[in-house]
C-alpha cells in the first residue's frame, strides 16, 4: 500500500508510485503449510537502509517519509523449526520527485533569488545615486547663496567705502596732489 492506495507490480515487477509519496506500507507472507502462524520474518528497504528488521510473526513493514528515489524492499522468511530461506523476495519500487523536488525547480528558485537581488541592487543603486544627486544640489544652493551673501556683503562695502572715500575728497584741497590721487582711486573703485 502506498500512501493508502492499493499498488500492483507493473511488468518487471518495477512499481511507479505517485510523485511526493512519502509513505509506504509492505503486505508479505510466505508459503507455510505446516504452521503457517510460526514463521518468522526479516525485511530491509535497500535504498534507506542496509541492516535487516526482525519482524518476528508480522507480516507487515511500514515506511514513512520517504524521500524520491529508487528503492528494493526484500524480506526473508523462516518456518517453523527456524530454518531461513536463503532465497530473498524482492520488490523493486521507484518514487519519483515532485515539481519542487527536481533539479529545474532549484535551478528556477536560483535564478528566481538572482533576480531578486539583482533587482534590489538596481533598487538600492538608483536610491545612493538620487541621494549623492540631492545632496549634490544642496551643496551648490549652499554655494550659491554664501556667494550672493558675500558678493552683497562685499559690494556694500565697496560703495560704503566710496562714500567715505568721496567724504574725504570733498575735504581736500582741490587741485592738490592728494585730491588728485584720491579722485584717481575712487574712479578706479
Known sequence: MVDGERVA?????????AAGTRD??????????AMPERARFKYRLLGLETDWH???TRRQ?????????????RVMAANEDGVWNPQEAELAFSIPPTFME???FKVLCALAAGLLLWVAYRLRIKHVTRQLRRRLEDRAEERERIARALHDTFLQSVQGLMLRVQT???RLPPGSEAYQLVEK?????
Open 168 to 170: 574725504l575728497l570733498k
Open 61 to 73: 513493514a511500514f515506511y514513512t517519509n520517504l524521500s524520491p528515489g529508487d528503492y528494493r524492499f
Open 9 to 17: 507490480p507493473l511488468a518487471g515487477g518495477l512499481i511507479r508510485a
Open 102 to 104: 527536481t533539479a529545474w
Open 24 to 33: 509506504l506500507q509492505v503486505d508479505y507472507t510466505s508459503l507455510s503449510l
Open 185 to 189: 582711486i575712487l574712479n578706479q573703485a
Open 54 to 56: 526482525d519482524a518476528g
